[in-house]
């Protein structure tokens, strides 16, 4: 896919800096490090990094030609220009050079003063990085990889619910380091993990403060920091009667079902999205002002949390081997809000949900 967009923009590399999930995803190597890929129309590629990571990656990474900045001349260029940022810049363009580039394409987040030295030497294009779209459909270790973290979630999940059952009150803190300590335990990192109450939970992102009121709205989204991968999901749990609450969570759930349902290789994602704000309107909640179904069904999910493909007021074509979330949700400032998700496997005929776990836990 990235040498089709090489060829269909007739440019003759790609050029991509490190710190990203696209970088990760073409090499497969991780470092702090600035490093670039270069790969070429005729499927040429270079990984270029400092010399200290030089040994890591020749093990590691998956680019057969790699090259360390030092050995390309960086210390005589930088006594040269006396600058290290364009000391990297003449790297760059020398290579590109060696290859006869004419046309270069550089994703959104190039880094802009590498961009505008490029331009000195050649055409360049900004594009959307091409691996965001090739990431979107999963290969099977990478559907392994995020079950996994899904399993570990789901232990955590009731370990946690297990934990709170003996608490008559407590806050949402209390719930956030709770949950994020029982994920820690079996290795996965959680940062900024959703516990939120009361009216607060009317907004989705509100990561909770305070004492728990009638319930709580659970949004986990660990990284598993041995594979990069992430897991996602969500649950409202009723600590105490509230119809207003539980009829909005029973809603959530009925369209959560029908979106799931309709899953399968060729499916529209704005046709799930819809079929979830039919269903939501039909027990009579409206979305306006700001407030009922405000945010899309649901995203992708791999070495991001939020990644391609959207499932909201969009066309999108559902492909086997996406690994989708679904996370209908309901927010009212005078009620709160009510949130379910699920981590789900798109296959050619159906689709497999990767975090199974009761849908509607009632009054503890």
Do not use: W
Not at 142 to 166: D, G, P, S, T
Not at 172 to 178: D, G, I, N, W
């Amino acid at each position: 896919m990235v040498i089709e967009s090489l060829r269909e923009k007739n440019a003759d590399f790609f050029v991509q800096h490190s710190g990203n999930a696209n970088f990760f995803y073409a090499t497969k190597f991780k470092s702090n490090a600035s490093m670039f890929y270069i790969l070429g129309a005729d499927g040429t590629e270079l990984l270029v990094l400092p010399e200290m990571e030089l040994g890591r990656a020749l093990r590691e990474s998956r680019v057969k030609e790699i090259a360390s900045f030092e050995k390309l001349g960086y210390e005589e260029k930088i006594r040269e220009l006396g600058n290290s940022r364009k000391a990297i810049a003449e790297i760059l363009i020398e290579r590109l050079k060696e290859g006869r580039a004419k046309k270069v394409l550089i994703p959104t987040d190039f880094p802009a003063f590498l961009a505008f030295e490029l331009q000195r030497s050649f055409e360049v294009e900004v594009i959307e990085n091409p691996f965001l779209k090739l990431r979107a459909v999963k290969r099977a270790e990478e559907v392994f990889k995020i079950r996994q973290n899904c399993i570990k979630l789901l232990k955590a999940f009731e370990k946690f619910l297990n934990k709170l059952k003996f608490k008559k009150n407590f806050t949402c803190e209390f719930a956030r380091k709770l949950i994020e300590r029982e994920l820690y335990s079996l290795g996965l990192i959680a940062e900024d993990t959703i516990c939120s109450t009361g009216k607060l939970s009317a907004d989705p992102h509100e990561i909770g403060r305070g004492r728990v009121e009638d319930h709580l709205l659970v949004d986990i989204f660990p990284k598993n920091p041995s594979t990069g991968y992430f897991a996602d999901f969500t649950r409202t749990i009723l600590i105490r009667n509230n119809t207003e609450i539980e009829e909005m969570l029973r809603a959530v759930i009925e369209a959560q079902k029908n979106a799931i349902s309709m899953l399968r290789d060729g499916v529209n994602g704005r046709d799930v999205h819809n079929t979830v704000k039919d269903c939501l309107k039909s027990y009579g909640y409206e979305t306006k002002s700001g407030e009922g179904f405000i945010h899309s069904t649901g995203h992708g999910i791999g070495l991001e949390v939020h990644e391609e493909p959207r499932l909201g007021d969009v066309d999108v074509e559902l492909k086997s081997g996406m690994v989708v979330t679904i996370e209908p949700g309901l927010y009212y400032k005078k009620i709160g809000g009510v949130r379910i998700e699920d981590v789900v496997l798109i296959r050619e005929n159906d689709c497999e949900v990767l975090t199974p776990y009761e849908s509607f836990l009632g009054v503890m």
